[in-house]
């Protein structure tokens, strides 16, 4: 399993749509937050092991009505 987290910049005023999109549409997003700075939101996506993290991203994410800009970080361990 891989975990990437997305930040995704929104056209003004759709930043809760676009999350809740997000949630319901993609199957990959296990949260969404909404964030202060540059970016509008940051999805935490868990992809498999052998997906392809940029056809992930720009065929799911950056697809979504309301999407403006994306900004990718791949997570490699977890800390508890």
């Not at 056809?55 to 990718?72: A, I, M, N, S, Y």
């Amino acid at each position: 399993m891989q975990t990437i987290f997305v930040m995704v910049k929104c056209d003004l005023g759709k930043a809760y749509e676009v999350a809740d999109q997000a949630v319901q549409a993609i199957e990959q997003v296990s949260e969404v937050h909404s964030i202060s700075g540059q970016y509008d939101l940051l999805m935490k996506c868990y992809l498999k092991q052998d997906d392809d993290i940029g056809r992930f991203v720009t065929e799911h994410v950056q697809t979504l009505p309301g999407v403006r800009d994306t900004f990718t970080l791949i997570a490699y361990k977890a800390f508890a």
